[in-house]
């Protein structure tokens, strides 16, 4: 039997809740009342052939479902009569229609949350008639981030860290993880001229800081001097060192060529070489070194894995830094340790703009799997005497690698 049962009509008015539709004024998407439901009923035939059956349904329908209007249509039985059975069902009102599924509690919650909403900050009112389910989930934190855009509206582009924010039931860590909402909320309320929107994305809180103007962590950079001449520790302690960019931009080491790897043991294994210096390139990205315009002025040499990802975060490190060479990253290391060889689990590609033209071709036989699919040399798996021969190159010829 292919009736509407009550649990089929309930579920109708499930799935518009679950869409958000019935706490969504009808002007932006939601639910318009009148509502009418699919009613599918028995034919003329089965009227006829099975009218116990008919009878039955028609009182499950009518005790299953107190809050609908049933709409009957007139049929004619050979034997009893003219007889009505239902044809249309409706809900006349959004109250109806959140009583048949249970959710008046959550309707008055959420009409809780838009008075609240309303006397603090109208501008946030289309965010929560756009996404009432998700208002719903964060009903008990609303009070604190209603409370959060009341203190940043007070005190635009703060210059303090997030922990120093003094607001009552609120710290660090839950604005932190609020952070994704906050930022939509934030957007609407607070003046164009408090954001800053070219940091975007809410995976990180520093693009959260400086989007609306509160101080972060300082990005640290970590670096080892190659050269016991120019040591900044005392003389026998080794030269490895970290500090904020800002100090690392007003350094101006007295070195020639400063190498980048990004990997830690390369980094801590470099050998000593005289004018030079190595920085552990992990952890902070390009844009950290971009202030140090005295890198301008120095050899660059980067030091990556030999795959399709290492070449491209050689191409993004000559946006900051265009003059900088590769280093151990050429078709003659390649072959000479193919017994090293690995797999790269997820190639690159999309072309690279700043390769040269060696590069260029050791980067597409890669990507295209002339030599192997998914191949990739590790920088860590390159013999340490073949780096040494290769820095050894440097000291003689100054020249560009290959």
């Not at 009218?51 to 028609?58: L, N």
């Not at 959420?110 to 964060?138: C, I, N, S, V």
């Not at 924010?165 to 609407?188: N, Q, W």
């Amino acid at each position: 039997m292919s009736w509407t049962t009550p649990a089929d009509l309930r579920a109708q008015v499930q799935k518009l809740w679950d869409r958000g539709q019935l706490l969504t004024p009808a002007s932006q998407g939601g639910a318009a009342f009148p509502l009418r439901l699919r009613l599918a009923g028995p034919t003329s035939a089965e009227l006829s052939e099975r009218f116990d059956e008919v009878r039955a349904w028609i009182v499950d329908l009518r005790q299953g479902t107190p809050r609908l209007r049933i709409v009957q249509r007139e049929f004619r039985h050979r034997v009893l009569g003219v007889n009505a059975v239902p044809s249309e069902a409706w809900l006349d009102t959004a109250g109806d229609a959140l009583a048949l599924i249970g959710k008046q509690q959550e309707a008055r919650r959420f009409a809780g949350l838009l008075q609240a909403t309303q006397a603090q900050h109208a501008a946030l009112l289309p965010w929560l008639e756009k996404r009432p389910l998700a208002a719903l989930a964060l009903a008990d934190a609303w009070p604190r981030l209603l409370s959060v855009v009341s203190w940043l509206c007070a005190h635009p582009r703060p210059g303090i860290y997030l922990r120093q924010v003094d607001i009552p039931g609120v710290d660090s860590k839950f604005m932190e993880s609020m952070r994704g909402v906050l930022m939509a909320l934030l957007d609407l309320a607070l003046p164009v001229d408090a954001i800053d929107r070219s940091a975007t994305g809410s995976s990180g809180v520093g693009q959260f800081c400086r989007r609306y103007g509160f101080q972060d962590k300082p990005l640290r950079i970590r670096f080892r001097l190659l050269d016991v001449r120019l040591a900044l520790l005392p003389t026998g302690a080794d030269q490895d060192m970290s500090v904020t960019q800002a100090a690392f931009e007003r350094l101006d080491l007295p070195v020639s060529r400063v190498f980048i790897t990004e990997n830690e043991v390369n980094f801590l294994a470099f050998p000593q070489m005289a004018g030079s210096m190595v920085i552990f390139g992990a952890g902070y990205g390009f844009e950290a070194l971009a202030g140090a315009r005295w890198l301008q002025q120095r050899s660059i040499y980067y030091w990556g894995d030999i795959d399709t990802h290492g070449f491209a975060i050689l191409d993004q490190l000559r946006a900051q830094l265009p003059h900088a060479q590769s280093f151990l990253m050429n078709s003659e290391t390649l072959m000479a340790h193919a017994a090293h060889w690995g797999e790269e689990p997820q190639p690159l590609l999309r072309d690279l703009e700043r390769l040269t033209s060696d590069e260029r071709a050791v980067f597409d036989a890669l990507r295209d799997n002339r030599l192997r699919p998914r191949l990739r040399l590790e920088q860590e798996r390159i013999g340490f005497g073949w780096v040494q021969r290769a820095l050894a190159e440097l000291r003689v010829t100054g020249g560009q690698d290959e």
